[in-house]
């Protein structure tokens, strides 16, 4: 009679707790994103099928879903025009002899008193200034909405405001309440740009996320990494990932506004740690890697940039807000005035 094959308890428990193991944190994880997104659809879908470029939002909201551009700026909002800009309410067609600048950006750019706002009153007798930009757009969705919308507004000067954060595609979703939520392009700062499979979960689980970004704070603590390191989103910009991506859709907004006879100005907006005197004194070149990537490709497609770096000076954090990314009202000041000098030294103001 045949013996039975011998059975293996220690492997059979190991087996038995591993699986275990896995059943907890997957329930862990979709109890995360349950209570992160708020919704069923969410958490199945959620980022394991990839980037998810739109919001489920409502539309009492300062910013409505987009299915291409994930959000835009409700038309229904108070201060926020039929066109979804925070602009007096203009005809889309440019009527005959008008001359329009439009800015586009992100949050620095984009709020109602800030400097385009200020740019709009000075030369308001001569040409429009069109505030085109949108808290939290990167440089693809900037050049989307562009493309699509405001190309149509005819202007004679587009200006791109530029902030290192910019180099993603989809920096923020919002669930129904408008929250911020984790995008694929957050994730994936939180990772080395190599294709390693090791950095898998990090880049598709929101406690793995989560952990590497807690990691990325406490090393920065520890004095291992520089200030803008607890900043994920804004680090991708000392990264060489994040300036071929930029690269590209730099490309294609030049491509474009050449096709159309428009000129393009950039202007470059810096972080309050860039004038930390500490790491300047330790690596300054380093510090403004952002600015002097960014002039490589402005001298690269011939276009005009305006750093405000240098514009801010000795004053530098002074001139910020306690987030330490936007401008108070003097910075929006000195930014406008730089502005303004800028684009009449270079022959970019419209019929100027």
């Known amino acids: 009679m045949p013996r039975s094959p011998k059975k293996n308890p220690p492997l059979t428990a190991a087996i038995t707790v591993l699986c275990s193991i896995c059943l907890a944190l997957v329930a862990g994880e979709l109890a995360f994103r349950r209570q992160v997104e708020g919704t069923s659809t969410a958490v199945l879908g959620g980022s394991f099928s990839g980037s998810v470029p739109y919001s489920e939002l409502r539309g009492d909201q300062w910013v409505i879903s987009d299915p291409e551009l994930g959000y ?32 586009i950006g992100d949050s620095v750019a984009g709020g109602s008193r800030g400097f385009v706002a200020i740019l709009h009153e000075k030369l308001k007798d001569r040409v429009d ?14 050049r989307l909405a562009l493309e699509r919308d405001l190309i149509h507004l005819e202007p004679d000067l587009v200006i791109l405001q530029y902030c290192t954060n910019d180099h993603h595609e989809f920096l923020h979703r919002f669930n129904p309440e408008a929250q911020l939520l984790i995008t694929e392009s957050t994730r994936w700062v939180l990772v080395p740009d190599e294709n390693d499979p090791l950095f898998w ?71 309050t740690t860039q004038f930390d005197q500490q790491v300047l004194k330790y690596d300054a070149e380093y510090a403004l890697k952002p600015q002097l990537e960014l002039a490589k490709l402005c001298d690269e497609f011939d276009v005009p940039l305006l750093d405000l770096y240098p514009v801010f000076g000795e004053r530098g954090a002074l001139l910020f807000n306690a987030d330490g990314i936007h401008f108070n009202q003097e910075g929006h000041r000195a930014a406008a005035r730089a502005l303004e000098e800028f684009l009449a030294s270079n022959d970019l103001i419209p019929g100027g």
């Open 72 to 103: 835009r700026l409700n038309p229904q909002h108070e201060g926020t025009n039929a066109l979804g800009l925070r602009h007096p309410e203009i005809p889309l067609k440019k009527p005959p002899g008008a001359k329009r600048v439009l800015v």
């Open 129 to 142: 200034v069109i505030n085109g930009a949108t808290p939290g757009y990167t440089i693809y969705q900037e």
């Open 201 to 271: 979960l990090p880049r598709n689980s929101y406690i793995a996320g989560r952990m590497r970004l807690a990691l990325f704070i406490w090393r920065s603590d520890q004095g291992a990494s520089y200030p803008w390191d607890k900043l994920p989103d804004f680090s991708t910009a000392w990264r060489e990932q994040g300036w071929r991506d930029y690269r590209r859709h730099f490309k294609a907004i030049r491509q474009l506004l050449d096709e159309k006879g428009i000129k393009l100005a950039v202007v470059a907006a810096p972080l």
